[in-house]
């Protein structure tokens, strides 16, 4: 039974490259011990690196200016920088890379709040205005990781609190149309507009909650969408059993009902089955509400443990599109939402050669490659993938 690949923590002392920065494997050898001790995400390191430096050698430049003018500050600012960084490195202590930074940070963000607010005609405000931007950026992932915690708590990945939370976000929308103009609640629902479409139709967005598109272990992972379907499913069953493969098979809770023996067969086979709701909404699971969402992801599970006797523990939605109370619904069942690392959307194509090119090209173990079932090329697909797997 393969499980889903948990992205491993990006080691980043900043709270921006830990939102924005992805997430890195732990890697081998003499390399684990810098990531677990004194390591850094490797492009926040670059980009201290030289930004630190930048931003410090600009706070020596003007104050040897200040104190004996251009000559001073030109001859004098690679050493005195060169013994700056040492000395507040060795002032500011910090036995991770976080304490570090966080120290480095309030002692250039207060100079450069000094600089802005107290010092008139400096040639150095550029470089206060760069270091500014930091916490800014950094602020703006506080707030991405608050709403991560929103979504994946349990107290409050409930479909009440999203309700209420689909409420509250409203708020400040019409006070700034109230206070400053109705363009202004036109921007703030545009934006809400955006951020909603993002985590509804990009199938793999993390906007509501985790999505999983890889899994651990050696080899992809093949998922097959759509059945059981009398025609494709017992010759897929097949193809399968003679490359020595295993798929997960997301099916839909209608056709278990209609074709129970087709769903006995894919357990029978030792494949696993997962849940791809009850009647495949594809053109409006996006905007269901609650209700609807949880009857169509319970009543899939229930149907399915009554014909196989098992519980399915994955949940793929139709065509991708989750809505915004798909996660509190799935923690309720216990399911877990997949994605796909390969798509060639063979529901609309016919070229068998371009959609398993598309498949396989460059795959690498652990990928989650979706095909679909009930196509008039699904037969074609998955026995032109398997050869290109083995």
Same mark, same amino acid.
């Given at each position: 039974?393969?499980?889903?690949? *948990?992205?491993?923590?990006?080691?980043?002392?900043?709270?921006?490259?830990?939102?924005?920065?992805?997430?890195?494997?732990?890697?081998?050898?003499?390399?684990?011990?810098?990531? $677990?001790?004194?390591?850094?995400?490797?492009?926040?390191?670059?980009? %201290?690196?030289?930004?630190?430096?930048?931003?410090?050698?600009?706070?020596?430049?003007?104050g040897l200016w200040r104190l004996g003018g251009?000559?001073?500050?030109?001859?004098?600012?690679?050493?005195?920088?060169?013994?700056?960084?040492?000395?507040?490195?060795?002032?500011?202590?910090?036995?991770?890379?976080?304490?570090?930074?966080?120290?480095?940070?309030?002692?250039?963000? %207060?100079?450069?709040?000094?600089?802005?607010?107290?010092?008139?005609?400096?040639?150095?405000?550029?470089?206060a205005v760069l270091w500014l931007a930091v916490?800014?950026?950094?602020?703006?992932?506080?707030?991405?990781?608050?709403?991560?915690?929103?979504?994946?708590?349990?107290?409050?990945?409930?479909?009440?609190?999203?309700?209420?939370?689909?409420?509250?976000?409203?708020? /400040?929308?019409?006070?700034?149309?109230?206070?400053?103009?109705?363009?202004?609640?036109?921007?703030?629902?545009?934006?809400?507009?955006?951020?909603?479409g993002c985590g509804t139709f990009l199938p793999?967005?993390?906007?509501?909650?985790?999505?999983? *598109?890889?899994?651990?272990?050696?080899?992809?992972? %093949?998922?097959?969408?759509?059945?059981?379907?009398?025609?494709?499913? /017992?010759?897929?069953?097949? %193809?399968?059993?003679?490359?020595?493969? $295993?798929?997960?098979?997301?099916?839909?809770?209608? $056709?278990?009902?209609?074709?129970?023996?087709?769903?006995?067969?894919?357990?029978?086979?030792?494949?696993?089955?997962?849940?791809?709701?009850?009647?495949?909404?594809?053109?409006?699971?996006?905007?269901?509400?609650?209700?609807?969402?949880?009857?169509?992801?319970?009543?899939?599970?229930?149907?399915?443990?009554?014909?196989?006797?098992?519980?399915?523990?994955?949940?793929?939605?139709?065509?991708?599109?989750?809505?915004?109370?798909?996660?509190?619904?799935?923690?309720?069942?216990?399911?877990?939402?997949?994605?796909?690392?390969?798509?060639?959307?063979?529901?609309?194509?016919?070229?068998? /050669?371009?959609?398993?090119?598309?498949?396989? *090209?460059?795959?690498?173990?652990?990928?989650?490659?979706?095909?679909?079932?009930?196509?008039?090329?699904?037969?074609?697909?998955?026995?032109?993938?398997?050869?290109?797997? $083995?």
């Amino acid at each position: 039974m393969r499980h889903f690949e *948990r992205p491993a923590y990006n080691r980043a002392a900043t709270p921006f490259f830990q939102v924005f920065g992805g997430r890195l494997k732990e890697p081998a050898g003499d390399a684990v011990v810098m990531a $677990k001790g004194a390591g850094q995400h490797h492009g926040e390191r670059r980009v %201290l690196a030289v930004l630190v430096p930048l931003v410090a050698g600009a706070a020596v430049f003007d104050g040897l200016w200040r104190l004996g003018g251009p000559w001073l500050a030109g001859l004098g600012l690679l050493p005195a920088l060169l013994v700056a960084l040492h000395g507040l490195t060795f002032l500011l202590g910090g036995s991770r890379p976080a304490r570090q930074f966080h120290r480095w940070e309030l002692v250039l963000t %207060l100079w450069a709040l000094w600089q802005l607010l107290a010092v008139d005609g400096s040639g150095v405000t550029w470089a206060a205005v760069l270091w500014l931007a930091v916490p800014c950026l950094n602020a703006v992932a506080l707030l991405c990781q608050l709403w991560q915690a929103l979504m994946i708590l349990p107290r409050f990945c409930t479909t009440g609190f999203r309700w209420l939370l689909a409420g509250a976000v409203q708020i /400040p929308s019409f006070g700034l149309g109230w206070r400053y103009g109705w363009e202004w609640t036109l921007a703030s629902q545009a934006l809400l507009a955006t951020i909603w479409g993002c985590g509804t139709f990009l199938p793999n967005s993390r906007v509501f909650g985790p999505v999983f *598109r890889r899994v651990e272990g050696e080899g992809v992972l %093949l998922t097959i969408d759509d059945g059981p379907d009398p025609v494709d499913t /017992p010759v897929l069953l097949d %193809l399968l059993d003679q490359h020595g493969k $295993k798929a997960v098979f997301f099916v839909i809770g209608d $056709k278990v009902r209609r074709f129970p023996d087709l769903a006995r067969e894919i357990v029978r086979r030792g494949h696993q089955i997962g849940n791809h709701t009850m009647t495949h909404p594809a053109g409006t699971m996006w905007c269901a509400g609650s209700a609807r969402t949880r009857r169509e992801i319970a009543e899939c599970s229930r149907v399915i443990e009554e014909v196989t006797g098992v519980t399915p523990r994955w949940f793929r939605a139709p065509a991708g599109h989750r809505n915004w109370f798909t996660h509190p619904v799935l923690r309720e069942q216990g399911l877990e939402l997949a994605g796909w690392q390969r798509r060639a959307f063979d529901t609309v194509r016919a070229d068998v /050669p371009g959609v398993v090119r598309q498949l396989t *090209r460059e795959v690498r173990d652990g990928d989650i490659v979706l095909i679909h079932e009930a196509t008039p090329i699904a037969q074609e697909v998955l026995g032109g993938v398997l050869r290109a797997l $083995k």
